[in-house]
C-alpha cells in the first residue's frame, strides 16, 4: 500500500470522511495515535487556514466564558480530566454554525453556532460533546483510518491547505456513528459538572430543524438521522437522575448572550 503524507491526511479528514461514515475505528487504528511532535505543526496549518477562511473572533471575554465552562466540564470526569487537560475554545467569526473537534485539543466553535444557543446547559451539552472527541482520540483514528483509502482526491495540488479549499465549507467529519457517540458521552460529561442534561434534548430538538440542519449539511456534515438523535439524547438523559442544584443562568453565560448580541450588531452596522 502506498504510503500518504500527513499532511495529505489532514484534507481527507476535513472533508472526505464519507468513506468511515457509519463505521467503527478498526483495532489496528485504536493503536495509532499521531504523536505530538507530528500534530503541532499541523494543528498549527490547520487552525491558520480555519481563522482565514471563517474569520478569527478576537474577544478575549467571549472565549473565556466557554473555555471555562469546558475546563468545568473536563475537570468534573476524574476519568476524563488527564486527558482533557489542555482543551481549548478557538472562536470563529462566521456566523454559519460551525462547530468542531480540532488538533492540538483545539475545539473549534463560530459566533453562529453560539448565537444558536438559547440556554447555559445547551453550551455544555455542545462543548461536552466536541469533548467527548478529543477524549477519545477521534481526529488521530480517522487520521489513521483514512491513510491509503482508495478514492483519495489525488488531484489536489499540493498547496491545498492554502489554496482555498476550505472555501467549500470542509469540516472535521467522523461519520455519523462517532458523532453519535460524542453526544451519547457529551450527555454524560455535562452531567458530572452539574448541568442539567435536558439541555441536549432541547438543542437536538431545535437544530433538527431547520434552519440548523440544513447548514450543518451545507456545510459537509455528516449527522445522523434526526429522529435517531433525538432518541438517543432522550435515552441518555432518561438513565440520569436529576440534577440537585443545576447550574441554570450564571452571570458569564449571561454576558457571553450580550457579546453575542453586540457583535450581531455590530457587524449588521458594518455590512449597511
Not at 63 to 90: C, F, Q, T, V, Y
Not at 224 to 252: C, H, M, Q, T, W
Request: proline share 6%; aromatic share 8%.
Amino acid at each position: 500500500m502506498r504510503n500518504i503524507s500527513m499532511d495529505f491526511a489532514i484534507v481527507l479528514l476535513l472533508g472526505v470522511g464519507l468513506t468511515s461514515c457509519g463505521s467503527t475505528p478498526t483495532q489496528n487504528a485504536q493503536q495509532q495515535i499521531m504523536q505530538p511532535d507530528h500534530e503541532a505543526p499541523l494543528a498549527s496549518r490547520l487552525d491558520r487556514n480555519l481563522m482565514r477562511v471563517f474569520g478569527e473572533w478576537k474577544d478575549t471575554p467571549a472565549e473565556r466564558i466557554p473555555n471555562a465552562m469546558i475546563n468545568r466540564i473536563a475537570e468534573a470526569d476524574s476519568e476524563s480530566a488527564k486527558e482533557l487537560k489542555g482543551a481549548h475554545i478557538r472562536l470563529l467569526a462566521t456566523a454559519t454554525p460551525y462547530l468542531a473537534p480540532g488538533l492540538g485539543k483545539a475545539v473549534y466553535i463560530s459566533r453562529g453556532a453560539l448565537s444558536a444557543v438559547l440556554y447555559e446547559n445547551e453550551l455544555a451539552f455542545l462543548l461536552a460533546a466536541q469533548l467527548a472527541c478529543v477524549r477519545d482520540h477521534v481526529t488521530a483514528h480517522n487520521l489513521a483510518n483514512l491513510e491509503g483509502l482508495p478514492g483519495t482526491p489525488a488531484s489536489l495540488p499540493r498547496n491545498y491547505l492554502e489554496s482555498g479549499w476550505f472555501d467549500a465549507g470542509g469540516l472535521f467529519d467522523f461519520g455519523s456513528f462517532t458523532y453519535l457517540k460524542a453526544e451519547q458521552e457529551g450527555v454524560k460529561l455535562m452531567y458530572a459538572a452539574k448541568y442539567d442534561p435536558r439541555g441536549a434534548v432541547t438543542l437536538v430538538q431545535r437544530w433538527t430543524t431547520p434552519p440548523f440542519e440544513v447548514q450543518m449539511r451545507a456545510l459537509g456534515k455528516i449527522l445522523p438521522d434526526s429522529d435517531e438523535r433525538l432518541v438517543s439524547a432522550r435515552e441518555e438523559v432518561a438513565k440520569l437522575s436529576p440534577v440537585r442544584n443545576p447550574i441554570v443562568k450564571s452571570p458569564a453565560f449571561e454576558e457571553l448572550q450580550s457579546r453575542l448580541v453586540f457583535k450581531k450588531a455590530k457587524t449588521r452596522k458594518k455590512s449597511i
